[in-house]
């Protein structure tokens, strides 16, 4: 196979259908490069006395003590894309407020939203983790940016993305073309493309799901779990097997790679926690990703590209992944 870089790869993009133009193609980049940098943390771990939490023991918007990756990840991401010109304003996980490109460089038109380092709790223990970002165009004559401006829903998306820091690391991109990887040459330090066009299969014998929240599950996903769990003799006539890797992105990626279908359901523990996973910046990219793959992507109910999100750090329940069980576990939140 003959490899082409990912900037070849934006640029033939750009000219076969239009859909990046040069001030896309430079954050795409600059979101490539930072992820680079990232791997490369990661990669250090002990060494580059990266792991454990923040000398300060800090605590994210939502709660969570922070672990060092997460912070430098974050500053990594907010350093590399002040100065290009192509962002107006950014938004993270780790950030309780949107943050303005500085005065003293120019604005562009684009939003960018990430969450820095997805699966922090297994960042400690050398399994795979993440960084997921989306990007969105501010709204039209925008001369400050507010959260407001980031309130769009997830179809609104121009580009969304993934880098999975495993024992490879890979970047996954759709810019509403199909979804392509590209895989870091380290030696090189380059982004060389490793697949052309991913494709989820439609049906899977895999899912994944913490099972250790069962007993809070309510009854449309009790019931499908159970009926995966009856195995060959049960109504769906066939065993599935369970993984559960506790990083999204990684998670994700294993779909992506070979179908399955990914769950972190809402349940009946505290009705003002919709689910975990946050829409904007984690379930909104990788419901993009998704059906660009031929997947589906629904929070029980809808469609999550089409929700309209009210709270930049919103949460909803996710269902991800081959098409046919994602409409499955749909239709059964639709009967009941
Ligand atoms: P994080 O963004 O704080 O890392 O949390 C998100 C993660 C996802 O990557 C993963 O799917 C989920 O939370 C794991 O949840 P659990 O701890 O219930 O296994
Ligand atoms: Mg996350």
Redesign the pocket.
């Known amino acids: 196979m003959k490899r082409i870089s990912l900037t070849q790869h934006l640029i033939e993009e750009q000219r076969l259908h239009n859909t990046i133009p040069a001030e896309l193609r430079l954050l795409i980049e600059v979101v490539a490069r930072a992820c680079k940098t990232i791997s490369h943390a990661v990669g250090k771990g002990a060494l580059g006395e990266v792991l454990g939490t923040s000398e300060a023991e800090s605590e994210n918007v939502q709660g969570?003590i922070q672990k060092k990756l997460d912070i430098i990840s974050n500053d990594i991401l907010l350093q590399a894309n002040e100065w290009g010109g192509h962002l107006a304003a950014m938004a993270s996980?780790e950030m309780e407020t949107i943050h303005p490109i500085p005065n003293r460089y120019p604005m562009g038109e684009y939003l960018l939203l990430f969450?820095p380092l997805?699966?922090?709790?297994n960042i400690d223990v050398n399994v795979s983790i993440g960084t997921i970002f989306s990007v969105l165009k501010a709204p039209h004559g925008m001369t400050v940016p507010t959260e407001a401006a980031f309130l769009q829903p997830g179809s609104q998306q121009v580009a969304a993305g993934y880098a999975v820091y495993g024992p490879q690391t890979v970047l996954v991109l759709t810019t509403g073309n199909g979804v392509q990887s590209f895989t870091l040459d380290r030696e090189m330090g380059s982004w060389v493309m490793t697949q052309k066009e991913a494709k989820i299969p439609e049906d899977t014998k895999e899912y994944a799901i913490?099972a250790s929240n069962a007993r809070h599950w309510y009854a449309p996903v009790k019931r499908y779990v159970d009926e995966m769990q009856a195995g060959k003799t049960g109504p769906r006539g066939k065993d599935f097997n369970m993984r559960?890797i506790?990083?999204?992105?990684a998670?994700v990626h294993r779909i992506l790679t070979r179908g399955g279908v990914f769950m972190?359901p809402a349940d009946a523990r505290d009705p003002d926690k919709p689910g975990?996973?946050r829409l904007m910046y984690?379930a909104n990219p990788m419901a993009f990703i998704v059906e660009q793959a031929g997947g589906a992507a629904t929070d029980g109910k809808q469609r999550i590209l089409d929700i309209q999100p009210e709270k930049l750090h919103q949460r909803v329940p996710v269902f991800l992944g081959s098409k046919n069980e994602v409409d499955l576990v749909t239709s059964y939140h639709r009967d009941a």
Do not use: C, F, H, T
């Not at 997805?118 to 709790?121: C, F, H, I, R, T």
């Not at 506790?246 to 992105?249: L, N, T, Y």
């Open positions: 969570e996980e969450d997805d699966g922090s709790s913490n559960w506790a990083s999204m992105v998670d972190y975990k996973l984690e």
